[in-house]
Structure formats: C-alpha cells, structure tokens
C-alpha cells in the first residue's frame, strides 16, 4: 500500500483558489492511478479528478472541469489538485486516494476547503 498526506486546504472566498498536495510514500507504480475526491457534509464522498502517475490518462468530474487541474511530480512523489474559480459548493473535504492492488485502496485523512461566498 502507498501512505498518503494531504495539505493546502483552508478558507477561501469565491472566485478564489487554492491548491491541495497529496504526498506519497510506499511504492509507486507508474501506471496506477491517484486521485482527488470530496465530501461535503450530508453528502456522498464524489470523484474530482484522477491522474496516472505517467500522467498519460487524465480525468475529472464534470462540475470541477475547467476550473480544477490534477497535476502530478514523480520526483516528488506529490500529486497536486489546483482549484481555480472556487464555488460555495466546492466546500468539502478532500481526499486524496490511490489505486494499487485494488481500486481506490489507499486514502489519505482528507483536508478541509471552505469556500466562503
């Protein structure tokens, strides 16, 4: 499995940005996936976007397309979750998570994003 820490949440007023780093340790394997996901309160957790970390297949949620970019530096072991254009109802926590043995089997213990309007 890969440990995952996540960092760069905080309080952000609409129309700002912020931007998330997920870094791991553990092996890596270049085409497995990592990924962003969230969960407002009440809500279900939801996908945002995923990369490979050969960076050849990336995704994102219709609702962050546009405005969000995943990025990733192997050298770094670091995934990162640039939120431009923030909205109230991007407030959530963010997860970052990994995909090794099995899909999504490794998860991080989330940052919180606020988005003040």
């Known amino acids: 499995q890969v440990q995952l820490v996540e960092s760069g949440g905080g309080l952000v007023q609409a129309g700002g940005s912020l931007r998330l780093s997920c870094a791991a340790s553990?092996?890596?394997?270049?085409?497995?996936?990592m990924g962003w996901f969230r969960q407002a309160p009440g809500k279900e957790r939801e996908f945002v976007a995923r990369?490979?970390?050969?960076?050849?297949?990336?995704a994102y949620a219709d609702s962050v397309k546009g405005r969000f970019t995943i990025s990733r530096d192997n050298a770094k072991k670091t995934v990162y979750l640039q939120m431009n254009t923030l909205k109230s109802e991007d407030t959530a926590v963010y997860y970052c998570?990994?995909?090794?043995?099995?899909?999504?089997?490794?998860w991080g213990q989330g940052t919180q994003v606020t988005v003040s309007s």
């Open positions: 998570a990994a995909t090794t043995a099995t899909p999504w089997d490794s």
């Open positions: 553990g092996v890596i394997i270049s085409r497995s996936y």
């Open positions: 990369i490979t970390w050969d960076g050849g297949k990336i």
